[in-house]
């Protein structure tokens, strides 16, 4: 998608703080952090909401998880995390592009 700023960083037009990268997906810094710790997972395939997604897509948010939990030490999250995905606009969901809010490094508030 040639306006989404998330396909613009995975392509290295827009600086970020990368964290962790492969053919799949990235973890960068949250520019805008909601947590002490608030990173971003993006898968590179570009699918815009998370109800158009396939099951190979669905698949890869399964791997993506499970990096996460082996990467907590360097992610700095090994005190407890909440993975977040916003779907849809009454979600606040900024961008058309499904990604995993990662949030941690503090005590979180109830839900």
Do not use: W
């Amino acid at each position: 998608m040639e306006d989404c700023v998330f396909c613009a960083m995975r392509k290295g037009e827009v600086p970020c703080t990368k964290l962790y990268s492969d053919d799949d997906f990235m973890i960068i810094k949250d520019i805008n952090p909601q947590a002490k710790v608030h990173l971003i997972a993006i898968p590179s395939e570009h699918v815009p909401y998370i109800d158009m997604m396939t099951e190979e897509g669905a698949s890869l948010l399964g791997k993506i998880m499970s990096k996460i939990s082996h990467m907590q030490e360097e992610l700095d999250i090994t005190g407890g995390y909440r993975l977040v995905i916003n779907q849809g606009e009454n979600a606040n969901q900024t961008m058309a592009h499904v990604v995993i809010h990662i949030l941690g490094g503090e005590k979180l508030q109830d839900l």
